[in-house]
């Protein structure tokens, strides 16, 4: 009876100690295979949260980038309005050209943006810039898909965009060959 109350003791210690109350499998295989869909469990979730935090970066970076597009398309409206009329003399309007050409490279450095050394304008073709200027004309190197990744069970989200529908929607001419 004193061996058996010894060992019931040193258990209990060491459960204590340990916070744990399985040693090996074997004591109790219920609790064994709780304690092993729990770890899978607390690891998927470990994977989730990474992923997130990454997704969520690339967003606020894509959203910085979009933003950016926005400004300077309302600076280019107002470039434009400069120079339209029959008062407009031709510096004013050489001047709004010059303006333009500015806010196309303006434009295509935030299309082209980089998170991470990846593109997040080009689809699910990250590797590549969204537009490239070739003998005087701009091109979508793209896809038409975006890419998302899974941040919990039932959830993705977008961390590239196809940047051809942000340029050129369903209009002849994209944005950059415009100006």
Do not use: C, H
């Not at 060491?14 to 074997?26: F, I």
């Not at 690891?43 to 967003?59: C, E, N, P, W």
């Not at 434009?80 to 001047?95: F, P």
């Not at 004309?137 to 998302?148: E, K």
């Amino acid at each position: 009876a004193i061996n058996t109350a010894s060992e019931q003791f040193a258990e209990a210690q060491w459960q204590v100690s340990t916070g744990m109350r399985v040693r090996v499998p074997s004591d109790d295989p219920v609790a064994a295979q709780r304690a092993v869909m729990d770890q899978a469990s607390i690891d998927r979730l470990d994977a989730y949260k990474g992923v997130s935090d990454s997704a969520s970066s690339r967003v606020t970076a894509m959203d910085s980038a979009l933003s950016n597009i926005i400004d300077k398309i309302s600076e280019a409206l107002v470039a434009l309005q400069s120079s339209l009329g029959s008062t407009a003399t031709k510096e004013v309007r050489d001047q709004a050209a010059l303006t333009m050409e500015g806010i196309r490279d303006a434009l295509a450095a935030d299309i082209n943006t980089t998170f991470g050394g990846t593109r997040l304008f080009s689809g699910t073709n990250s590797s590549v810039a969204p537009y490239v200027k070739s003998g005087g004309t701009w091109t979508y190197q793209g896809t038409n898909t975006g890419m998302t990744v899974d941040v919990s069970e039932n959830r993705s989200v977008t961390i590239a965009m196809d940047g051809q529908s942000i340029m050129q929607g369903s209009d002849a001419a994209d944005v950059l060959s415009t100006l």
